[in-house]
């Protein structure tokens, strides 16, 4: 197995008090609760924690996209990952943007010429993560979510052609024209950046992915674990649908994870940094979170089963560990419970988020050493 330390960067100093005057922490919170000065300190004690996880032994480090969110301090991830790639030069470890929001863009050459920049400068050690961008993102753009997989597919496309194509072509799509895409530079990778896909189990996304066309690794974030092994299935079912067997490469799983020597200690340190993020940041109205067209509706009714009382109701650290939304215990209660879900999916990238919610820096480094000391060695064979 793999293992990526993952990291949304959250202003974990909000007054949860003022902010649930309002419909959503995410849109609509005014950005006056922001301190700059508490930002910028917050913004080097994360990078901090990712390159100490880099150091740990961690395969890799990713980080994400969000926008006019304060669960996200992240609305230009290719900046955090070239501070990343500098403090990481050297090393071997990955550095994953999962994921970059592709619909929402209006240029995607911009983004192919800035992952081909990132792949150049970290010595060809950059995973590219495309994700359509959580419904929230298309109220901050006011991109229509009916386009979201057309433009999504469309960008994709331009991207990775441009990455592989040595003389410039024009393109004409139904949201994207242009007459000369010439990407300079080159990405160092042949014949580009891997490609990871995040999903939260949309049915579309899943086949997309899976097709042989490009087979790309399927990230199950922030779903429960019965979830995480019934869609690894219709991955690999898909895949059989197509003439070819997925192996557990193709396979991902990103939750919330916190270690402590014991189980007890483990569940009182995580417990209220861990409420917090389902409680408070998840605070996020159904028609900000599925505006109409964004999915189809077996994929929606699937996903608002999966997110039940998740932002609407008042969930304890036993009930999100019960669910399976989160893996909290000591060294060996989570190894196991990784091995248990690894047993039933082969799957073989496992994406920690070794910060959550509120939880401080000390705790956050103590858990992923942990971790990295004695998780990591009792399930690396898998």
Not at 69 to 89: D, F, K, Q, V
Not at 280 to 293: R, S, T
Request: net charge negative; aromatic share 12%.
């Amino acid at each position: 197995m793999n293992f990526h330390a993952f990291h949304l960067m959250p202003y974990r100093h909000l007054d949860f008090d003022e902010a649930n005057k309002y419909p959503s922490y995410w849109v609509v919170l005014p950005n006056k609760f922001y301190d700059p000065k508490k930002g910028s300190k917050l913004y080097q004690e994360y990078i901090d924690q990712l390159v100490f996880a880099a150091k740990c032994g961690f395969d890799g480090i990713c980080v994400n996209e969000h926008h006019q969110a304060a669960y996200s301090m992240m609305p230009a991830p290719n900046l955090i990952a070239m501070s990343l790639i500098e403090r990481t030069r050297g090393m071997k470890n990955t550095i994953a943007v999962l994921g970059r929001a592709l619909p929402i863009v209006n240029n995607p050459v911009t983004i192919a010429e800035e992952f081909a920049m990132l792949d150049n400068l970290s010595d060809g050690r950059l995973i590219a993560g495309f994700v359509r961008g959580i419904g929230c993102e298309y109220h901050s753009s006011t991109i229509n979510p009916i386009y979201s997989h057309d433009r999504f597919h469309e960008a994709h496309d331009i991207i990775t052609r441009a990455w592989t194509s040595t003389e410039p072509f024009n393109y004409e799509g139904e949201h994207y024209n242009f007459n000369y895409v010439n990407c300079w530079p080159r990405p160092m990778q042949e014949p580009h950046p891997r490609i990871w896909i995040p999903t939260q189990g949309s049915t579309e996304t899943v086949d997309w992915a899976a097709d042989p066309k490009r087979k790309y690794p399927m990230i199950m974030a922030f779903s429960p674990a019965d979830a995480v092994v019934r869609f690894h299935e219709v991955y690999k079912q898909r895949a059989r649908d197509f003439g070819y067997e997925a192996t557990g490469d193709q396979l991902g799983w990103s939750t919330p994870l916190y270690v402590g020597e014991t189980d007890e200690i483990a569940r009182r340190e995580a417990a209220p940094h861990i409420e917090s993020l389902f409680n408070n940041f998840f605070h996020i109205p159904f028609e900000f979170l599925f505006p109409p067209g964004y999915t189809g509706i077996e994929s929606l009714q699937r996903m608002m089963s999966f997110r039940k009382g998740i932002g609407t109701s008042k969930l304890l650290l036993e009930d999100l560990f019960n669910r399976g939304n989160c893996i909290v215990g000591s060294p060996e209660t989570v190894a196991n419970k990784i091995a248990e879900v690894q047993s039933k999916t082969g799957f073989k990238i496992m994406i920690p988020m070794i910060q959550f919610g509120t939880l401080p820096d000390e705790l956050v480094k103590k858990s992923t050493q942990l971790f990295a000391e004695e998780v990591i060695p009792k399930i690396r064979h898998l």
